[in-house]
């Protein structure tokens, strides 16, 4: 059973940091993007950030660029989502995804993805 498990959500103060990790069971997915997603209430889902097979690749949603970092450790079968200067507009539950063609890069869209974690929540305070 494929299980895709987030943690490091919390509060934070704005301009904090924060960093997200998501582990994945079941199978490994070195040989496959991840991504991170997040949705806010009343919102849709939106797209965060997304990292190629390799790590060499990598995406991210313009409002946060500049202050959120994605990476992964293969080893550890492990996506992380590091984030600073964190303000209120980025209160969400996040999520990791996982998944698409094999060797694929980055993707942006949710649909691309085959696993998807439970969500942690991260809230930001003004």
């Known amino acids: 059973q494929v299980q895709l498990v987030e943690s490091g959500g919390g509060l934070v103060q704005a301009g904090g940091s924060l960093r997200l990790s998501c582990a994945a069971s079941?199978?490994?997915?070195?040989?496959?993007?991840m991504g991170w997603f997040r949705q806010a209430p009343g919102k849709e889902r939106e797209f965060v950030a997304a990292?190629?097979?390799?790590?060499?690749?990598?995406n991210y949603a313009d409002s946060v660029k500049g202050r959120f970092t994605i990476s992964r450790d293969s080893a550890k079968n492990t996506v992380y989502l590091q984030m600073n200067s964190v303000n209120p507009e980025d209160t969400a539950v996040y999520y990791c995804?996982?998944?698409?063609?094999?060797?694929?890069?980055?993707?942006?869209?949710?649909?691309?993805?085959?696993?998807w974690g439970q969500g942690t929540q991260v809230t930001v305070s003004s």
């Open positions: 995804a996982a998944g698409g063609s094999f060797l694929g890069g980055p993707k942006r869209l949710w649909h691309e993805y085959d696993y």
């Open positions: 079941g199978r490994t997915f070195s040989s496959y993007a």
């Open positions: 990292i190629g097979w390799s790590g060499g690749n990598t």
